[in-house]
């Protein structure tokens, strides 16, 4: 069985940077399925990542049979709540919302999702969640009834996700949100980046390989891409 944290792991000790293509069940027509594959085959993805704050249509195990039966990309989960977790995906990022302080996001969600996930052979990775103000509430923030850090005290920031870390977390992932206006802050990026040991993620608001390119060149390992891509299918041949 592959590792799938060990290879992001790898990447990063081999300065290898990882792009990951985010699929919102609730944003997928399945009829268009077979173009949407044609071009994430085409991409640079290294990973697919599928989820979102609220999904509310049920195609999530039939979404990942479909892509598993065409992309050879590991597929990862990244849930909303436990009803999110399909058995058929390869892993899912164990999150915790720890720029928030509800319950629900910290440990409650994760400890209902256990009689599931003992049920699965997902690899499960543990990861400490931090949303950063961006500019307009974001569906993360309206769902979670958290408020984002804000965007201008990367020191603050820099102590949660070094917190995170601390208390095992195996990933750290800064979000702006889906939508989001403003992307995560380079220098917050970097930050983050200098001060912890564990791969960094970085999504939301980033439109163009310019922006994809700076996050990396600031410390980001993986950068996730998900409205971009939703709105153009194109975008990593068309900036």
């Known amino acids: 069985m592959k590792n799938y944290y060990q290879e992001i792991v790898h990447a990063k000790s081999d300065n290898r940077k990882l792009i990951a293509i985010l699929l919102d069940p609730d944003k997928i027509v399945l009829n268009n399925l077979p173009t949407l594959i044609e071009k994430i085959q ?65 440990i409650d969600h994760q400890v209902n999702a256990i009689p599931i996930l003992e049920k699965t052979d997902l690899e499960i990775i543990s990861t400490g969640y931090i949303l950063i103000e961006s500019g307009s509430e974001t569906a993360v923030e309206r769902v979670s009834k958290t408020k984002p850090l804000d965007r201008n005290n990367s020191d603050y920031v820099c102590q949660t996700a070094v917190a995170g870390a601390y208390l095992g977390n195996k990933l750290i992932y800064l979000e702006a949100g889906s939508g989001a206006k403003l992307a995560v802050p380079l220098e917050m990026i970097r930050k983050v980046a200098d001060a912890i040991s564990v791969p960094l993620l970085v999504g939301g608001g980033i439109r163009s390989h310019k922006e994809i390119k700076e996050a990396f060149d600031n ?13 153009n299918p194109n975008f990593f041949h068309h900036d």
Do not use: C, W
Request: proline share 5%; glycine share 8%; aromatic share 6%.
């Open 42 to 106: 085409l991409s640079p993805a290294t990973h697919v990542f599928v989820g979102g704050s609220s999904v509310s249509n049920q195609i999530m195990d039939v979404l990942i049979q479909r892509l598993k039966e065409k992309v050879t990309l590991p597929i990862v989960l990244f849930p909303g709540n436990p009803s999110q977790i399909s058995e058929h995906a390869d892993a899912i990022l164990f999150l915790s919302l720890i720029s928030g302080r509800n319950s629900d996001y910290l």
């Open 219 to 231: 410390g980001a390992d993986l950068v996730v891409i998900g409205t971009a891509f939703e709105n």
